[in-house]
């Protein structure tokens, strides 16, 4: 079992910044992927920034430019640095981690883009 936990979330001005944090528990032993998703009350969960298995990262078309993906695998956590904030980044973001194939989820921070 892998305990993931958000935070960082907030209500921001149009044109600022935020850094998401996901600290997860259990180590990087196992760890393939991980990443950011974000979803509107209503919809599906879509894809924001992710560390695939192959070593790589894979961003939305949306926040190219703008967000990045980084870790500290020393201290089991994951971040995302978001600039340029823009009212449709307004979402509740999730953290995943997935170990062994298993996906483990946490349970998301609210980021509020409005003036």
């Known amino acids: 079992q892998v305990q993931v936990v958000e935070s960082g979330g907030g209500l921001v001005q149009p044109g600022g910044s935020l850094r998401l944090s996901c600290a997860f528990s259990g180590g990087i032993a196992g760890v393939t992927d991980m990443g950011w998703f974000r979803r509107s009350p209503g919809k599906q969960r879509d894809l924001v920034a992710v560390f695939t298995a192959g070593g790589g990262t894979n961003y939305a078309d949306s926040v190219k430019g703008r967000f990045t993906i980084s870790s500290d695998n020393n201290n089991n956590t994951l971040y995302l640095q978001m600039n340029s904030l823009k009212p449709g980044d307004t979402d509740v973001y999730y953290c995943?981690?997935?170990?062994?194939?298993?996906?483990?989820w946490g349970r998301g921070t609210q980021v509020t883009v409005s003036s």
């Open positions: 995943y981690v997935r170990r062994y194939g298993l996906d483990y």
